[in-house]
């Protein structure tokens, strides 16, 4: 109930947000296909063999399913296809108690934990964990960051989503780079990238957030609906059941009587 009563809510933050984060995903993703990377750190491809930082989002509490199962199993799969393409360690961001209980008990590499944001998901947590993703992306020993969560698509069906957060990605398809915009900066390239570039990465953290949250309810919804409905049926299973059981006790001690009345 209480999951329904805020499902609309996170809906629409989430319907409400997806369209400008997708078109700012797709406006750097065109700028990095342009734009010489070394214009800005957070665009130029590190060719150095460093580990990549995952970072994880699950939700602080139970009772919703297969989510938080799904996404840590979606981050192990990563973790597994990195670790013996790269021969290295996969570092990790930790967001939500859930994924932060399974990872840590398993001795993983945790560079950055969080949890009890989703009362109440503000742009502030957001910033503070793609902050602590470009110090680490500009340190030494990090050159890709990613995003594992569970993206909402309806109330009863989430998706599991593995995306490249940093270096920021640029156009796959040739005719599409070929096709892109050019563009004009007013001020300086470097002025510019230096302030939009880390709100971009920003304002992507929130969408992954969001699309989180939302699909968490609408899990939890769902899931506590279906365990509702199995609890009902075992009952009427189980009443039917004691109703057979009764009449059979019944009809047995009515033989005994007729039977002890006709030996008398």
């Known amino acids: 109930m209480v999951s329904s009563s805020k499902l609309r809510r996170a809906q629409e933050r989430i319907l409400s947000s997806r369209p ?5 995903l797709r406006v750097f993703n065109n700028l990095a296909t342009r734009v010489d990377p070394a214009a800005h750190p957070l665009l130029r491809k590190d060719p150095r063999p460093a580990r990549t ?11 919703c399913g297969g989510f938080n199962t799904n996404v840590i199993k979606g981050a192990s799969q990563f973790i597994t296809e990195q670790g013996s393409a790269t021969d290295r360690e996969v570092a990790l961001a930790l967001v939500g108690r859930k994924g932060r209980d399974f990872f840590l008990r398993r001795g993983f590499d945790v560079l950055y934990e969080e949890s009890g944001l989703f009362q109440n998901v503000t742009f502030a947590h957001a910033q503070a964990i793609a902050k602590s ?14 995003l594992v ?8 069906s989430q998706r599991v989503v593995v995306e490249r957060l940093l270096p920021i ?15 004009l900066f007013e001020p300086s390239p470097a002025e510019l990238l230096n302030t939009l570039l880390p709100y971009h ?4 953290v929130m969408r992954a957030l969001l699309e989180s949250s939302a699909a968490e309810h609408a ?26 059981v009764r009449q059979a006790s019944i009809t047995r001690e009515i033989i005994e009587i007729v039977a002890g009345a006709q030996s008398v």
């Open 20 to 24: 400008y984060a997708q078109e700012l």
């Open 53 to 63: 930082l995952l970072v994880v989002i699950t939700a602080d509490r139970g009772l």
């Open 133 to 146: 993703c470009i110090d680490e992306f500009l340190g030494p020993d990090i050159s890709s960051v990613y």
């Open 149 to 156: 969560y569970n993206e909402f698509r309806s109330v009863i």
């Open 169 to 183: 990605p640029k156009l796959e398809s040739a005719s599409a780079a070929m096709d892109s915009v050019d563009y």
């Open 201 to 204: 990465v920003s304002i992507q």
């Open 219 to 244: 899990a939890r919804m769902t899931a506590m609906d279906a365990a509702t409905r199995n609890a009902k049926d075992m009952v009427d299973r189980l009443t039917l059941y004691m109703n057979k």
